[in-house]
């Protein structure tokens, strides 16, 4: 669902031994460094040196954000996206991440705040869109899921996520035809995710498109879905 946001900045500096000579800027670098090599532990620690040095630096604070986001370590994701909010508060990427991190700890309102602060500021920002509208899905508020997803995709219409997303906001709103126009388009733009198809079929089956349901199973089972083999074997026999 979600696409955690990098200001990714990938320098060779190497820190100098001479802890005199060493900057918060230096810090920063190296911990993206770390960041771009995926050694995470190192790049929170390269951060907070740098915010021993400069404990306003907003791209510190944010750069270690993403490390502990990484790191699944949510709460302390939260506190740094927030102070470097504080200093910052129109980097519209750090409102993002911190209501990915809010949804990924199921506090779904307060992720709906952040997502609608960055639209409040910026209304093309297409993925505060998608991602609000799979928050307002998760509390049940289809209709609002639906309204936020179209509208992302009228920004971004080659999104086939987007799509998908939609069509299981009107499957459960019972709008079969809909959502199967829906999974139809997410097919065309991504026809090599199996989970497409195989909610297809669930709403095919829904208006007794059987001959068609059992096919998208066929082709679910096909991409690797073993639920959709047991699907096939129970009702397309």
């Known amino acids: 669902m979600f696409r955690l946001l990098f200001l990714v900045i990938v320098t060779s500096l190497e820190i100098e031994s001479v802890v005199g000579q060493v900057t918060a800027q230096d810090w920063l670098k190296a911990g993206n460094n770390s960041q771009a090599e995926k050694k995470y532990d190192q790049a929170i620690n390269d951060f907070s040196e740098a915010l021993k040095l400069d404990s306003k630096n907003s791209d510190a604070y944010y750069f270690r954000g993403n490390a ?7 709460k302390e994701a939260i506190s740094d996206y927030s102070s470097c909010i504080n200093i910052h508060p129109n980097l519209l990427h750090a409102w993002y991440n ?42 049940e508020k289809f209709d609002l899921a639906i309204s936020d997803l179209s509208k992302g995709l ?5 999104h086939a996520d987007g799509y998908y997303d939609r069509a299981n906001a009107e499957f ?39 001959t068609e349901g059992c096919a998208d199973l ?18 397309c026999i």
């Open 68 to 74: 502990y986001f990484q790191l699944k370590k949510f």
């Open 98 to 139: 911190r209501g990915n991190a809010y949804y990924e700890l199921e506090e779904f309102d307060k992720a709906v705040n952040d997502f609608s602060k960055i639209i409040s500021m910026d209304s093309t920002y297409y993925d505060a869109f998608f991602d609000r509208g799979n928050t307002y899905y998760k509390i």
């Open 154 to 158: 009228l920004l971004k219409p080659d």
């Open 172 to 210: 459960q709103l019972k709008m079969y035809t809909l959502a199967i126009q829906d999974f139809q388009k997410a097919i065309e733009l991504n026809p090599k995710e199996h989970d497409f198809y195989f909610n297809k079929a669930i709403t095919e089956f829904n208006l007794d498109m059987t």
């Open 218 to 235: 066929e082709k679910s089972k096909d991409l690797g879905d073993a639920e959709a083999e047991d699907y096939l074997k129970e009702f």
